[in-house]
């Protein structure tokens, strides 16, 4: 007779907890399912620029997601991928390293699962994004910008929780190939529009996860291989345009980003250079200057990432004018500028951090004749 085989699982109550966990997996899954039901897509807000009669810009309205931003996408998929993978469980405590909005959308999501979330932010993240961390029953602890990776691995450690560690797993956690990700979105909304296939997707980078899925997308859909072309916008203290000019991942900085939610001292796993066709560095005075002109333009506040975002998108314009071609461009509003109104909206801080966006006001009205 051959020998029992061995089963860990074998004992009556293991079986049972493990029934237990799985259930309670699937009505997670669910409920984060149910709450994508009640959302709405994004809007795709047509900007006409007097000065580009045949050249057309598109914002795709990441704002009015739930939590306000487009990491709102990031952190349901972040959770859908931690509980299928099995790192998250009923009593698993989530932590995050995040400059603020991420930690803002993963909190909602522990909230609906009932789940204890902290996030490790830098010190001197905008009080309004710790105030909504906490709305959503979140809990932060500020510590120096370089040490948040250690900090929040750290934590889940000694809390026997769970890292969520956007930026790592910001690329893998999106299904890029649709699912109606945010790429499978934006170019189904173009479908009707005079140029329904852009020229451009402009974009900046926090974790380099977005960027990654609209590239990966860009190279699956055939209609799109060949026209469509992916430029990702950096800020100043931000070590990815470097990186990707110097074809080095090792490259890192000790300086802080001023623009919320992009630019990184280091290159993070999640940034896929190789998916990239462009990148523009834009300074941090032009990302002020471009969300004021944006007020004027739209009538309403965006942060400083949408700022950067539409300024590279403007540059590509010119470009395009000059060269006598007509065609679509997509960017993003990335969040709310109601987040920043003691950072970006506030002229002691812009002038504290030696910026300077008058320099570049005339510039913006020259070039769009807005």
């Known amino acids: 007779m051959p020998e029992t085989i061995a089963d860990c699982c074998a004992t009556t109550s293991c079986g049972e907890a493990l029934d237990s966990r799985r259930a309670w997996v699937s009505e997670a899954v669910a409920r984060i399912g149910a709450d994508y039901t009640r959302s709405a897509d994004t809007h795709l807000i047509k900007l006409d620029l007097p000065l580009f009669p045949d ?18 996408r990031l952190a349901r998929s972040l959770f859908l991928y931690g509980l299928c993978n099995g790192h998250i469980g009923p009593d698993t405590v989530i932590v995050e390293s995040s400059s603020g909005s ?11 699962l009932g789940l204890r979330f902290i996030a490790i932010v830098p010190q001197g993240t905008a009080r309004r994004k710790l105030d909504q ?8 602890r500020e510590v120096p910008s370089g040490q948040i990776y250690e900090a929040a691995a750290g934590l889940a450690h000694e809390l026997g929780g769970h890292y969520m560690d956007q930026f790592t797993y910001a690329e ?35 974790t380099g996860g977005t960027s990654a899925t609209i590239g990966r997308y860009i190279r699956y859909q055939p209609e799109l291989t060949d026209r469509t072309r992916l430029c990702v916008a950096d800020p100043e203290n931000s070590v990815f345009y470097d990186s990707y000019c110097a ?3 090792t490259i890192k900085s000790d300086a802080k980003s001023r623009i919320e939610g992009i630019g990184r001292p280091r290159v ?20 002020i200057a471009t969300i004021y002109w944006l007020e004027r333009v739209l009538g309403r506040k965006c942060g400083g990432s949408t700022g950067t975002n ?48 008058a320099a570049y006001a005339d510039m913006l009205s020259a070039l769009s004749g807005v």
């Open 55 to 72: 050249i057309s810009l598109y914002l795709k309205d990441e704002s009015t997601h739930p939590t306000g931003s487009l990491k709102h």
């Open 102 to 112: 991420t930690a803002v959308s993963e909190a909602y999501f522990a909230r609906i």
């Open 133 to 140: 961390i906490a709305h959503y029953g979140g809990e932060t």
């Open 172 to 206: 893998r956690a999106t299904d890029w190939r649709g699912n109606n990700n945010i790429a499978e979105s934006l170019f189904s909304q173009m479908a009707k529009e005079a140029h329904p296939v852009p020229d451009w997707v402009v974009m900046s980078a926090g």
């Open 247 to 249: 074809g080095d991942s």
């Open 268 to 287: 993070e796993a999640s940034f896929q250079p190789s998916v990239i066709d462009r990148m523009m560095k834009v300074p941090d005075s032009a990302s």
């Open 310 to 357: 539409v300024f590279a998108a403007l540059a590509l314009m010119a470009e395009m004018r000059h060269a006598g071609q007509a065609g679509s461009l997509v960017t993003l509003i990335c969040d709310s500028g109601e987040r920043y109104l003691e950072t970006c909206y506030n002229p002691a801080w812009v002038a504290e951090q030696g910026l300077e966006p």
